[in-house]
């Protein structure tokens, strides 16, 4: 009858190994950020598995759970969470364990194979006549007791048994601590995602090299989702809202033209605020190609033009801080001029009316993306 113990035992959702993958790919791969945003991508794509697997218990309770699972497992050295954790957490609260049976065993066999019925847990439990008592804040913050079953006595200790000297790895310990620390700092001041990016729970069954993939596709996907309700740009077309693009192949094209804008820290911050609005990042390299000809590295003040490719507050003479400020101008400048567009107008047009005096400057800007669209097209791998 206990056999789905022994599966959400086996059931591993993330370990400290897996979050130190995550960590060194945002460090490599958002090296321009600061450290507080690294942070929050991090905290991000950790909260997001632990959301997916917890979405088929009582939405009131999830924070809960969530929090004292995190207390139980990386604040006290563990190395992994397992789903037999989130399963204790979710008998120590026992408003939740009396009156959401049904939903504790519809999340127990969405995460095991051999399915178990409701009176199969209540007996588990020692449940035998459930009742239903009201949900109050009062019960969802009591203190939390280990139920106890006439017949036996459910364990305490989280499965597996972590190795004795992991216990006082300091190394880990000072690791995970700052993990929590971050999590729930995460908690209490953000309003997480409430949708899932996938419909199955997140697992993470090794750490070989197509599950380190998968984690680096979950924190892109996870990083974009976050971007796109930030900045969901309605009036936008989806072509010119951000997506993934060949970085290589643009570089590539950006050298065709002798562009300085295809070296750091220009090229990745162009990239990085992209991200950040939800911008096609072609959308704001066309228009520093119709403002400055993409900035050839062999034109005066190179240097100090490309603080201001895009020409924000009229040009780089009279506007010079650095790429970072100006994309971030440029970036939101176009989302608001897109603001209130009708459909059938088009987007290059609509916005250049008032990005630029010239009349023509909605025409160039979408003949350069058509032309560096057409580059990647020509240049695809066969």
């Known amino acids: 009858m206990d056999y789905f113990i022994e599966e959400l035992k086996n059931k591993k959702i993330i370990s400290t190994d897996d979050i130190k993958t995550m960590q060194e790919y945002i460090n ?82 969405a995460n095991i194979e051999n399915s178990v ?24 913050n009591n203190k939390i007791t280990e139920p106890v079953s006439p017949n036996r006595t459910i364990e305490t200790t989280a499965a597996p048994a972590i190795p004795f000297k992991l216990k006082f790895n300091k190394k880990l310990l000072i690791f995970s601590s700052i993990i929590f620390f971050v999590l729930i700092s995460q908690v209490l001041g953000q309003v997480f995602f409430q949708k899932s990016l996938f419909k199955i729970p997140f697992y993470i069954a090794s750490t070989s090299e197509s599950g380190n993939s998968y ?61 950040e609005f939800n911008l096609n990042p072609i959308l704001l390299f066309a228009i520093t190609g119709q403002e400055q000809d ?15 490719p895009f020409n924000v507050y009229h040009s780089w003479q009279e506007y010079n801080t650095d790429i970072k400020d100006s994309s971030r101008i440029a970036a939101r400048t176009i989302i608001n001029l897109s603001e209130n567009m009708p459909k059938e107008n088009n987007p290059f047009m609509w916005i250049g009316k008032e990005y630029a005096e010239d009349s023509n400057w909605g025409n160039g800007v979408q003949a350069i993306f058509e032309e560096i669209n057409n580059y990647f097209a020509l240049h695809s791998k066969k």
């Open 28 to 109: 490599k791969k958002y090296f321009k950020i600061p450290s507080s945003e690294k942070a929050k991508m991090l905290s991000n794509t950790i909260h997001h598995i632990l959301d997916t697997n917890l979405k088929e218990l009582p939405e009131s309770y999830r924070q809960t759970v969530k929090i004292n699972t995190l207390k139980n497992t990386f604040s006290k050295n563990r190395a992994s969470i397992f789903m037999y954790d989130i399963f204790l957490c979710c008998i120590k609260i026992e408003p939740l364990k009396k009156n959401f049976t049904k939903e504790i065993t519809r999340w127990i066999n």
């Open 117 to 140: 019925e409701e009176k199969d847990l209540n007996n588990y439990l020692g449940i035998t006549n459930p009742k239903m008592n009201p949900v109050t804040d009062e019960n969802l």
């Open 215 to 275: 984690l680096k596709d979950l924190v892109d996907q996870v990083t974009l989702k976050n971007a796109k309700k930030n900045f969901p740009n309605v009036y936008l077309p989806e072509y010119l809202k951000y997506q993934t693009i060949d970085e290589d192949k643009l570089k590539s094209y950006l050298s065709s033209r002798n562009s300085l804008l295809g070296k750091d820290p220009y090229f990745s911050t162009i990239m990085s605020t992209a991200r």
């Open 294 to 308: 993409f900035v050839p590295v062999n034109t005066p003040s190179a240097s100090k033009i490309a603080n201001n």
